[in-house]
């Protein structure tokens, strides 16, 4: 250890993907110093080519990005609004429709690519006092009296008031402090990929539910959708073998033909899907955000917008500490994890409960679900409460 060049910061966040480095950005603006450590290299984000990751991001998640100063970076010809949301069940004659208008809102959410905000994010941490040592995995986490030590692969040991771990499902960090989790496997593998559309979009994100299978067509500028279609992984694996065209002909069909024919824009890609739940938020010296504390199913498009807020909550924390604070303390991290808890198990509780409720097999199930659509459809003021959930 003596060999070993060593640098102290506040906060060490490990993790350059979306939710860590937005962390980075909140806290540094806060003054704090922060190191980012990141495993992979910087990449480059800005292409003319359609990103087919694409996120459904909340106002509220819109108005914190904006307040960061990163949403003036992503280019705005790129971004989409969501105006209203057509949620159709397999069995009901007509389709859920939430509209923006109807809750007096200009729009539902906004439709960005992962390049975009990458891109974006990166320009803002560059104008910011931020350490950066990239290209350098952590190898090991250990304590001295009142810091935190993080080993690099490079041989480089930072030392910080706390942690803040940001390094996605698998999390390192995690699994180093041997915080368990919840894991469920959905047996769905998400297809990802976007496509020219025949009929306009009309700025709707229109989602499909059936048995175990939801697909979603979100709008893209360019007569463009994003398309998120979860299913099981036999079902997926036999379409990911079907040329581009014969797949867009099964997404027409699933589709039921409401966006006309459908041209493939870019290629399609496969993510395996699981929820994963840290039992505990925070360590010593510790805070889980991002998908290392949490990764959702992408029915709901919520992910990153609840990595976001776990970013919101931490940054306001911090707020709150006074000069002689160390920030690392467990009573002062527990006030996180407290607010944080909430959040994770009703988002858990609703992608979980919508795949079952929509997606069962079950007779009484389906009448259920396709009943409740038609009766939701009819009333304005339960369809205020959904938008006011999906926009939170
Ligand atoms: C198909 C699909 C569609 C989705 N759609 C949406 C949507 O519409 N809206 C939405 O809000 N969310 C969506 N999500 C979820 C969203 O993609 C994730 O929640 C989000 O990307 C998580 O970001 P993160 O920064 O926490 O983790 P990641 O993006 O995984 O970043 C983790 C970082 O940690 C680094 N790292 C890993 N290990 C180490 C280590 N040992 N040392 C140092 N660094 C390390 C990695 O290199 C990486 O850069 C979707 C997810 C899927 C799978």
């Known amino acids: ?134 290209g350098s995995p952590c190898t090991d986490i250990e304590y001295q009296d009142d810091t935190v030590v993080v080993d690099l692969v490079n041989g480089q040991q930072i030392s910080a008031s706390l942690l803040v771990a940001a390094d996605g499902v698998n999390s390192f960090v995690r699994q180093q402090l041997g915080l368990a989790t919840n894991d469920k496997d959905f047996d769905q593998v998400a297809l990802v990929a976007n496509y020219v559309v025949e009929k306009a979009h009309g700025n709707i994100a229109r989602q499909w539910f059936s048995p175990h299978e939801t697909l979603a067509l979100l709008p893209l500028p360019q007569q463009q959708v994003s398309m998120v279609w979860a299913l099981e992984t036999e079902r997926a694996k036999q379409l990911l073998s079907l040329s581009e065209e014969s797949l867009a002909e099964q997404v027409e069909v699933q589709a039921r033909g409401q966006l006309g024919q459908l041209k493939a824009a870019s290629k399609t890609y496969s993510f395996p899907l699981h929820q994963i739940t840290a039992s505990k938020l925070i360590a010593e010296r510790v805070v889980l955000i991002g998908d290392s504390a949490h990764q959702v199913h992408p ?54 409960g919508l795949d079952y409720f929509f997606s069962s097999n079950n007779q009484l199930m389906k009448r259920l679900a396709t009943s409740s659509m038609e009766q939701l459809e009819k009333r304005l003021s339960m369809k205020n409460i959904l938008i006011k959930q999906a926009v939170a």
């Open 1 to 134: 250890m003596a060999n070993k060049t060593q640098s102290v910061f506040d906060v060490a966040v490990v993790g350059a993907g979306l939710v860590g480095l937005a962390a980075a950005i909140a806290l540094a603006e806060q003054g704090k110093r922060i190191v980012l450590v990141d495993a992979k290299e910087r990449a480059g984000y800005t292409s003319s080519t359609w990103d087919a990751r694409i996120y459904a991001i909340t106002p509220s998640t819109e108005a914190f990005l904006k307040a960061l100063g990163v949403w003036a970076f992503v280019n705005a010809a790129r971004i989409n609004p969501v105006k209203a949301m057509d949620l159709w069940h397999e069995g009901a004659s007509d389709s859920l429709n939430l509209l923006a208008d109807d809750a007096n809102l200009d729009k539902l959410a906004c439709i960005v690519e992962n390049n975009q905000l990458m891109h974006a994010l990166w320009e803002r941490v560059d104008a910011l006092d931020v350490t950066m040592v990239l």
């Open 299 to 352: 029915m709901a498009g919520q992910g990153a917008n609840l990595g976001f807020r776990d970013v919101m909550s931490l940054a306001k924390l911090m707020t709150s500490s006074h000069a002689l604070q160390d920030i690392g303390d467990a009573t002062f991290l527990r006030r996180y994890e407290r607010d944080r808890k909430a959040d994770v198990v009703s988002m858990n509780t609703l992608t979980s």
